[in-house]
């Protein structure tokens, strides 16, 4: 081992506690200013295309996540769940546009599938003794 080694060590910690309370100080700043404008600038968050651009993206990064956890570890489970989720997700926002009822309940469980198929595939992954 280097005799730079543990300076370097202590480096890197003072850059990543510099950054940590920099981005603190910014969220400290920006989060009641964002809370004052929301009034605002709320109705031009209320938009069909921004939500579906907003859905189309989430989804396609959580599908990114459960396809590399599923070539780890190789349970199709979690996978059914995460897909059942997002089409609980789909459903719901089908529902709203026609006003069906319970149209939040399909969010609700929706939501809790994603969930769960996210904590089920990171828990798969951290046991999965192949790739370790």
Do not use: D
């Not at 600038?41 to 579906?52: C, D, K, M």
């Amino acid at each position: 081992m280097s005799v730079l080694y543990p300076v370097l060590k202590l480096v890197n910690k003072q850059r990543i506690l510099t950054l940590a309370t920099f981005v603190c100080f910014v969220h400290c700043m920006l989060t009641p200013l964002t809370f004052l404008l929301m009034p605002t600038v709320g109705h031009a968050l209320n938009n069909v295309f921004l939500e579906y651009s907003l859905l189309l993206f989430s989804v396609s990064c959580g599908a990114l996540v459960m396809y590399l956890g599923y070539k780890r570890h190789r349970h199709k489970s979690v996978i059914a769940f995460f897909v059942s989720g997002v089409i609980l997700n789909a459903f719901h926002s089908v529902a709203e546009i026609y006003h069906w009822p319970a149209s939040e309940l399909y969010l609700l469980l929706g939501t809790a599938l994603v969930l769960f198929a996210f904590l089920r595939n990171r828990a798969e992954v951290k046991n999965c003794h192949c790739c370790h």
